[in-house]
């Protein structure tokens, strides 16, 4: 059988006979809408709770924007918004980097979507791209687990916060959803290392969190910590969310109004569509989902941790992933490559003490690299930078498939694409 999975901006085609492939797992096929703008005005206008024209009149409001590492509609959100924020005092927009890269073209057009959004609607308004290493933020005090809450100052003090948010599954934070608009999107360096360090935790994971529907299913320390973090910032203020989930950047679902019962809604969607129970094998291949889930080996790597349970104990992993702009973001480089290239045993003995940002996926990748016996990646990054971390480099993807048949003519492999928007548990 012909199998295609995602590579960068393109496919690539395996051959595995049908007797071999123990299935092609990706997110369900859901409908999508036909026309985005038409669903997010709907959702706009039957919000939960009051609708947002009425709650930004005569108000000062906040509106977090998504950086550039999501895929979903930015213009199509922002120009949904804007019309609704005419009546508003002021406008301040944020591009909620975290701790991601601040100058990047991709997070400058997000802006310019913002300004020609905003100079349409005539909104009195101010943009700027969040910077965790800002000198000048706002200390608010510390979560009930110790994380500091340290914010960008102008996204303090505003009677309304509007977070627009992509939904997917998340490795450790449960879910990415708008929490995480506020918790890291606008919080300083020091406050988003103090959150992260609960990803250690392996209670911080994905299919876990706060707002799940199900009660079995809420303890998610780390994004405990971000809700908390987020009533800290919003205190007084009425917060709303136009929140979506897409498949290949096409509209699946969307919702909008009050935080906890759209994020709730958005995890039903998400367990509905992309949350799989299957029977490890020993031998799968993933994908992330192409550009940019796959545009470093950072970024690549959360296919990985969503799903390793996919692979027995022992077993072996065809990475396809292109990694275009590198091994991680200039900041991470340290901490998350540089780190995973000492012995594994000594990679997770050093980060159980003292943690520094980053490190979690180092960790988490030792770990993964420990339990099976090997990683072997068809990407664009050289051999010599690949297997520095303990990873395998191979040219030609079809031969590792065509090795682990000669191997064993019985051996079953399982395809997984677009691993970075899907939650797999075994069986």
Excluded at 2 to 29: H, M
Excluded at 102 to 121: C, F, Q, S, T, Y
Aim: charge should be negative; aromatic fraction near 6%.
């Amino acid at each position: 059988m012909r199998v295609k999975v995602t590579y960068g901006d393109d496919k690539i085609e395996l051959d595995i006979p049908d007797e071999n492939l123990a299935g092609v797992v990706t997110p369900r096929q859901t409908k999508t809408l036909p026309d985005t703008q038409a669903e997010l005005e709907r959702v706009l206008h039957n919000p939960h709770g009051p609708h947002l024209e009425d709650l930004v009149k005569s108000k000062s409001v906040c509106v977090l924007v998504e950086d550039h590492t999501r895929d979903e509609p930015h213009w199509e959100l922002i120009s949904a918004v804007a019309p609704l924020l005419r009546d508003a005092n002021g406008v301040q927009f944020i591009v909620t980097t975290g701790s991601h890269v601040v100058d990047h073209p991709l997070n400058h057009e997000i802006v310019g979507m913002i300004k020609r959004a905003a100079e349409e609607n005539r909104l009195r308004y101010r943009v700027k791209i969040h910077d965790c290493y800002e000198p000048d933020m706002v200390d608010l005090g510390t979560t009930s687990r110790g994380t500091p809450v340290i914010v960008e100052r102008d996204a303090i003090g505003h009677d309304v916060y509007v977070a627009l948010a992509d939904m997917k599954a998340h490795y450790f934070a449960g879910y990415s959803n708008a929490l995480k608009d506020f918790l890291p999107g606008i919080c300083a360096f020091k406050t988003i290392e103090a959150n992260h360090a609960m990803a250690l935790d392996p209670r911080s994971t994905f299919g876990v969190h706060p707002f799940h529907p199900n009660p079995e299913r809420r303890d998610n320390p780390l994004a405990d910590d971000m809700r908390e973090a987020t009533e800290i910032i919003t205190k007084g203020a009425q917060v709303f969310t136009l929140s979506v989930v897409t498949a290949d950047k096409k509209l699946v679902w969307a919702d909008a109004g009050t935080l906890e019962p759209v994020i709730a809604r958005g995890i039903e969607v998400l367990d509905e569509i992309a949350a799989f129970t299957v029977e490890t094998v020993p031998r799968i291949v993933v994908s992330p989902g192409g550009y940019p889930q796959d545009k470093s080996l950072y970024h690549a790597q959360r296919a990985l941790e969503l799903t390793k349970n996919a692979v027995s104990d022992g077993g072996e992993i065809l990475f396809v992933a292109q990694c275009r702009d590198g091994v991680a973001p200039e900041k991470a480089v340290e901490n998350f490559y540089k780190k995973l290239t000492a012995p594994i045993d000594e990679v997770i003995a050093a980060i159980k003490g003292k943690y520094h940002l980053y490190e979690h996926k180092a960790y988490k990748f030792a770990e993964l690299l420990k339990r099976v016996s090997a990683v072997k990646m068809y990407t664009e990054l050289d051999r010599e930078t690949v297997e520095a971390v303990h990873l395998q480099k191979v040219d030609d993807p079809q031969g590792v498939i065509d090795e682990w048949i000669q191997e064993d003519p019985q051996v079953k492999i399982m395809v997984l694409d677009k691993g970075n928007k899907m939650a797999i548990y075994a069986a």
